[in-house]
């Protein structure tokens, strides 16, 4: 076994704070130093639109584990308020903001993302805000009382989570986005739920870019391509890119997530790297993806802390699985999207189905949309579920499915639980394979 | 292809109207003869207790189909309220109670089930019954005014959700079982919650047999081994056993259950069957089992349908998945319990853990018990779950992971939804392959 009796990580969220973990665990006499330039550790970033909704009425709650729990308990030496500003990978040392010079044997990148910030004049009005940091957050929360019109620019997965969290606190709410449609994570027609669900509750302005962000004293004008809304509150929810400028020398995507290997070991033999600032390897890709999600970081985070430490473990990839709650909607999706597995340059094709979520008969029923996504001859490429009922784990069997690398077949046969208040007697997913079995057959016959 | 111009199927319900209506798919223009000796074509059985419970407005509401709807579009001979009284498989003919003999070239038997009876006497007196054919669902639903105490025997899921229908009439139920615990279909630490939860609505007599039925005038005197409790109402919910009597040649289990390969077809070259009168495939035990749900019931029919007119189909085999609504609790499960992999002579270990359904921050959030069953070197036999929140579909998970021969590492590595609103960050699934295989760390340690 090699000794890492110096293991550095950068950032202090859920992928660093299990790496840091993992490590300890894997060498319980090597130095473990965890940077973080914030003030929490590793809290519930994904739980911020509910704090700020009111759904959870404290943002403490999203704290995992007090710093002490890391500090004390597991002999982490956490330095909060502490960011790293250079990293020497010849000399194998990281500078910090407060001119420490510090040694690792093993370094641990976790220093995550940032939301992208268009380069547009009135950004740093303090009227405009960003989701991402749990202090901003807390910061924000205590101004909503005070917000009567809110924009919230991008309509992916946070943005429409952010809408309903404003929605929530009586705010009125329109969301901007560039692309005609919301949630590129799904192809259009289950899209379409989503947009239907969220015009439901707010203004939708899309297929029109945001143009400027004019801050004058009652409100932000917000300039669109096509005119403009006033506001109290803009929302940027235009994603993230990952924090990885102090390396450069490292292998990475083209916007700048660390490839590495399932050891989550990058180009450099003594760096390691986890959560939002990596590419992971996507199984039905077959290569490098950029994925930022909670899971991934966590099970990554704690390989890499093994790895960096000495021992041993892997990470084998992922499939891309994520849900959204949107209103009163549940959209979820895993593996590829029909219009992602063409631009992957794959045939493929794609089979949707209404299916109800339960026995018809069945009080709560809900139609339940299915779409899967598969080749020609029936490899399972996808699938996207969206629904006010049943959506959330099923898509989870597909996850599974894919995983598997299992055919629409396969999917058909699976013996899945049925009763009356749970689901109709052929499962969605079954109702849904099924059809793609049936216009497969009919392909054949032509 | 074989020409079948005469298909015969036994038994209108799922499996062999599903059997019926492929094989008229399959074979435009075969025979396809029905007898069924009930009322009503293939309905949801399943639904009958909710129906009882008054949660279903009508038992029509759990029929799928119309008898037209077969008759007429899918031009299939139904004949309800026809018994088949005899089979010669030699001269391929089938006797009916109306006196008519029916010639076959393919026969599909798809008689199902018919409930266990204990052999004392009391059982006829018209205030016992047993659950399974609508017309006496429908008969009963009408009587339930009258029935202020009710004796369910029987503490298995059908037992369970009478109980649970009988409560939501306002009956005071009482349930008995011969063994000292409900729900054999689960190991006894997750039994040991629906144990609990349906003692918060009824009386349980557990560990005490059914001696006798004494039918009073004003009541049932049910006789126990350790005492006595007086019903208006007395349910039979001992389970089943296959409808198999007219074809005693034929291979099968001891309990009658027809052994059928994976076309469906039986020992006998023209006689294929489904449903609740065949054994299974079972893919974790590598070998037959008598598992009669619905959802097999409904796509080994097809498949049996589509043989006997000639096509070709297979049914590759069950996990033996399930779910149990139990009062406010939902208990599911697949593949092998400890009990049942060890009685199979195989080396099975259990990890049970307790998780939240959703992020412990979020409301909702429900304890959710995840039982895993498998091999000392980690392969996947069976799991449960039992919970309040969230287990329905995360069965099928499971249930896909046994499908695909999956092991503990390859659980905990699947890539499984999250959002705060549908699961903690780490699913309880992949907590509790986690938790095996750090069991599993320790135990090689040693």
């Given at each position: 076994m090699r000794v890492a009796s110096r293991v550095l990580v950068?950032?202090?969220?859920?992928?660093?704070?299990?790496?840091?973990?993992?490590?300890?665990?894997?060498?319980?006499?090597?130095?473990?130093?965890?940077?973080?330039?914030?003030?929490?550790?590793?809290?519930?970033?994904?739980?911020?639109?509910?704090?700020?909704?009111?759904?959870?009425?404290?943002?403490?709650?999203?704290?995992?584990?007090?710093?002490?729990?890391f500090i004390s308990r597991r002999r982490i030496d956490l330095q909060l308020g502490t960011a790293a500003t250079?990293?020497?990978?010849?000399?194998?040392?990281?500078?910090?903001?407060?001119?420490?010079?510090?040694?690792?044997d093993s370094l641990v990148l976790a220093a995550g993302a940032v939301p992208i910030v268009p380069p547009i004049s009135g950004v740093d009005d303090p009227r405009v805000v960003t989701v991402r940091r749990l202090e901003d957050a807390i910061a924000l929360h205590s101004r909503l009382g005070n917000v009567r019109r809110a924009v919230v620019v991008g309509a992916g997965y946070v943005g429409l989570e952010m809408a309903e969290a404003l929605c929530e606190r009586g705010i009125e709410v329109t969301i901007v986005d560039r692309l005609p449609r919301v949630l590129t994570t799904v192809d259009e027609t289950v899209a379409a739920l989503a947009q239907e669900e969220a015009g439901r509750h707010c203004s939708l302005r899309l297929g029109t870019g945001l143009v400027g962000l004019h801050p004058e004293p009652e409100f932000v004008r917000v300039e669109l391509e096509d005119g403009e809304v006033l506001a109290d509150l803009v929302v940027l929810a235009l994603g993230v890119r990952p924090s990885t400028s102090l390396v450069p020398e490292l292998a990475a995507l083209p916007n700048g997530a660390l490839l590495v290997d399932?050891?989550?070991?990058?180009?450099?033999?003594?760096?390691?790297?986890?959560?939002?600032?990596?590419?992971?390897?996507?199984?039905?890709?077959?290569?490098?993806a950029y994925v930022p999600l909670g899971p991934a970081a966590n099970k990554a985070g704690r390989v890499a802390g093994i790895e960096a430490a000495g021992g041993h473990a892997s990470f084998p990839g992922i499939v891309g699985t994520a849900v959204v709650k949107v209103f009163d909607l549940t959209v979820a999706h895993t593996g590829l999207t029909l219009a992602q597995a063409q631009s992957a340059g794959m045939a493929a094709q794609a089979t949707e189905i209404t299916a109800k979520s339960r026995a018809k008969y069945y009080p709560g029923a809900e139609p339940l949309r299915v779409r899967l996504v598969h080749t020609p001859d029936g490899l399972l490429l996808g699938g996207q579920l969206a629904g006010k009922d049943g959506a959330a784990q099923r898509i989870d069997v597909v996850a599974a499915a894919l995983h598997a690398r299992m055919t629409i077949d396969d999917l058909a046969d699976l013996d899945l639980a049925y009763a009356p208040p749970f689901s109709p007697?052929?499962?969605?997913?079954?109702?849904?394979?099924?059809?793609?079995?049936?216009?497969?057959?009919?392909?054949?016959?032509?």
């Amino acid at each position: 076994m090699r000794v890492a009796s110096r293991v550095l990580v950068i950032g202090g969220g859920a992928a660093g704070m299990s790496a840091a973990s993992a490590a300890r665990r894997t060498d319980p006499s090597a130095t473990i130093t965890v940077l973080e330039h914030g003030t929490f550790p590793s809290y519930g970033l994904c739980g911020i639109p509910y704090y700020l909704g009111g759904v959870i009425p404290r943002g403490e709650d999203l704290i995992a584990y007090p710093a002490e729990e890391f500090i004390s308990r597991r002999r982490i030496d956490l330095q909060l308020g502490t960011a790293a500003t250079g990293v020497d990978l010849s000399r194998r040392t990281v500078l910090t903001a407060t001119g420490a010079t510090l040694d690792f044997d093993s370094l641990v990148l976790a220093a995550g993302a940032v939301p992208i910030v268009p380069p547009i004049s009135g950004v740093d009005d303090p009227r405009v805000v960003t989701v991402r940091r749990l202090e901003d957050a807390i910061a924000l929360h205590s101004r909503l009382g005070n917000v009567r019109r809110a924009v919230v620019v991008g309509a992916g997965y946070v943005g429409l989570e952010m809408a309903e969290a404003l929605c929530e606190r009586g705010i009125e709410v329109t969301i901007v986005d560039r692309l005609p449609r919301v949630l590129t994570t799904v192809d259009e027609t289950v899209a379409a739920l989503a947009q239907e669900e969220a015009g439901r509750h707010c203004s939708l302005r899309l297929g029109t870019g945001l143009v400027g962000l004019h801050p004058e004293p009652e409100f932000v004008r917000v300039e669109l391509e096509d005119g403009e809304v006033l506001a109290d509150l803009v929302v940027l929810a235009l994603g993230v890119r990952p924090s990885t400028s102090l390396v450069p020398e490292l292998a990475a995507l083209p916007n700048g997530a660390l490839l590495v290997d399932h050891q989550m070991r990058t180009s450099h033999e003594a760096v390691w790297a986890a959560g939002d600032c990596v590419a992971l390897h996507h199984l039905v890709l077959a290569g490098p993806a950029y994925v930022p999600l909670g899971p991934a970081a966590n099970k990554a985070g704690r390989v890499a802390g093994i790895e960096a430490a000495g021992g041993h473990a892997s990470f084998p990839g992922i499939v891309g699985t994520a849900v959204v709650k949107v209103f009163d909607l549940t959209v979820a999706h895993t593996g590829l999207t029909l219009a992602q597995a063409q631009s992957a340059g794959m045939a493929a094709q794609a089979t949707e189905i209404t299916a109800k979520s339960r026995a018809k008969y069945y009080p709560g029923a809900e139609p339940l949309r299915v779409r899967l996504v598969h080749t020609p001859d029936g490899l399972l490429l996808g699938g996207q579920l969206a629904g006010k009922d049943g959506a959330a784990q099923r898509i989870d069997v597909v996850a599974a499915a894919l995983h598997a690398r299992m055919t629409i077949d396969d999917l058909a046969d699976l013996d899945l639980a049925y009763a009356p208040p749970f689901s109709p007697v052929y499962d969605p997913l079954t109702q849904a394979a099924q059809s793609a079995q049936f216009a497969r057959a009919k392909q054949e016959a032509r």
